[in-house]
Every structure is written in structure tokens, then in C-alpha cells.
């Protein structure tokens, strides 16, 4: 059985959070604002049932992404969230995420991801149904 998992706080977009500062010899280097940093930090605070789970096979995420309101993108969230389980440990590498279930929502007073993590038997097929092309 799945556990979900709850992060509190609005999840922050990582394509929207990036600035450019001098680096060595003059050449411009791209590194996360205070915004992306905040958010990764409190998100390492709060993860605890999948914190150091270290998935290394194939796997499905399934999340719930409640956006204190609509301007937010829910595509974007997903990758913030998927770097974010990495540096827990909860996987391995994002790359193995081979299937994504996300639905987006609006909680004005209470921004906040509900996720859950599947291995996946590679054995298997991953689609209940089979595509009819």
C-alpha cells in the first residue's frame, strides 16, 4: 500500500527561480534564488515518510498539487518536486519516474503537495489499459 505524504507551503516553480550572477572571469553563472532555496529547505524539514527510501527502480508518482491560486503551473511544480525527493534521498534518480498521476487544486489559506511514490515491477506493464493507436 501506498503512503501519502504531505508538504506544507506553496511549492515553488524552479523554471521561475533562477538568477544570473558573476562568476570566474567575468562569465555569468545561473544559480536558484532565495524563493527556491526556502522552499527546498522546508520541504527536507517536512519529508519524512519517504526521507532516505532510496528508490532505485522504476517508479510512479502520484501527486496533488494545491496551488494557493490559479496562476500557478502545475507542470513545473513537478519537477521542483521530484528534484526535492531526490536531495532526500527518497530516490535515487528522477529520470527513473515513469509514470506521473497529478491533479491540480486551489487552497488559498493552505498550499501544500499530497504525494505518494510506487515502485514499479518492470515485469509489468505500467498502464492498466493498453493504448489503441
Do not use: W
Given at each position: 500500500?501506498?503512503?501519502?505524504?504531505?508538504?506544507?507551503?506553496?511549492?515553488?516553480?524552479?523554471?521561475?527561480?533562477?538568477?544570473?550572477?558573476?562568476?570566474?572571469?567575468?562569465?555569468?553563472?545561473?544559480?536558484?534564488?532565495?524563493?527556491?532555496?526556502?522552499?527546498?529547505?522546508?520541504?527536507?524539514?517536512?519529508?519524512?515518510?519517504?526521507?532516505?527510501?532510496?528508490?532505485?527502480s522504476?517508479?510512479?508518482?502520484?501527486?496533488?498539487?494545491?496551488?494557493?491560486?490559479?496562476?500557478?503551473?502545475?507542470?513545473?511544480?513537478?519537477?521542483?518536486?521530484?528534484?526535492?525527493?531526490?536531495?532526500?534521498?527518497?530516490?535515487?534518480?528522477?529520470?527513473?519516474?515513469?509514470?506521473?498521476?497529478?491533479?491540480?487544486?486551489?487552497d488559498?489559506?493552505?498550499?501544500?503537495?499530497?504525494?505518494?511514490?510506487?515502485?514499479?515491477?518492470e515485469?509489468?506493464?505500467?498502464?492498466?489499459?493498453?493504448?489503441?493507436?
Open positions: 500500500m501506498m503512503e501519502i505524504e504531505v508538504i506544507h507551503g506553496q511549492i515553488i516553480a524552479k523554471a521561475n527561480h533562477y538568477q544570473a550572477v558573476p562568476g570566474k572571469s567575468g562569465k555569468k553563472r545561473i544559480i536558484k534564488d532565495e524563493k527556491i532555496r526556502a522552499y527546498e529547505s522546508s520541504f527536507v524539514e517536512q519529508c519524512k515518510v519517504y526521507r532516505s527510501k532510496r528508490i532505485s522504476r517508479f510512479r508518482l502520484f501527486v496533488r498539487v494545491f496551488h494557493s491560486s490559479v496562476r500557478f503551473d502545475l507542470d513545473n511544480s513537478l519537477k521542483t518536486l521530484l528534484d526535492c525527493l531526490q536531495m532526500v534521498g527518497a530516490i535515487t534518480d528522477d529520470k527513473l519516474c515513469f509514470q506521473i498521476e497529478a491533479e491540480k487544486r486551489i488559498k489559506f493552505h498550499p501544500r503537495i499530497e504525494f505518494a511514490l510506487l515502485e514499479v515491477n515485469q509489468k506493464n505500467i498502464f492498466n489499459n493498453q493504448f489503441n493507436f
